[in-house]
């Protein structure tokens, strides 16, 4: 399993970015796939998460309104559009993936905020005030 994520950046608060995850060595329409982040000093989150498979999706607190997770199954790739950023939201983003089986991308998203799955090695995205 190979996950690399691109598109991080500099943006001023308020702005937009939209992230990819291109994922290669594995059955993409089977796994659960989540970005999650992590801030200087602050513990890993989970935001999004997507089932590949059926195209359901799940959200954290953090992300419900601002981020938007979907899926491209015929580029293998997974992106998280973010909007009206905030110097809060700069960190490390990473995405991370899960064979689904029976969970639900709620539960997947749990189990991926815990560490586990394969993931990428991240890209860092900052926001200026």
């Known amino acids: 399993v190979q996950l690399v994520e691109s598109g991080g950046g500099l943006v001023q608060t308020g702005g937009s970015l939209r992230l990819s995850c291109e994922a290669s060595?594995?059955?993409?329409?089977?796994?659960?796939i989540g970005w999650l982040r992590q801030a200087p000093g602050k513990e890993r989150e989970g935001l999004a998460c997507?089932?590949?498979?059926?195209?359901?999706?799940f959200y954290t607190d953090s992300a419900k309104g601002r981020f938007a997770i979907s899926s491209d199954n015929a580029r293998n790739t997974i992106y998280l559009q973010m909007n009206n950023l905030t110097p809060e939201d700069t960190a490390v983003y990473y995405c991370a993936a899960l064979p689904l089986l029976s969970l639900s991308p709620a539960q997947a998203m749990g189990v991926l905020a815990k560490g586990f799955g394969s993931w990428g090695q991240g890209t860092h995205v900052a926001v200026s005030s």
């Open positions: 997507i089932s590949t498979g059926n195209g359901v999706t």
């Open positions: 060595g594995f059955t993409f329409d089977s796994y659960a």
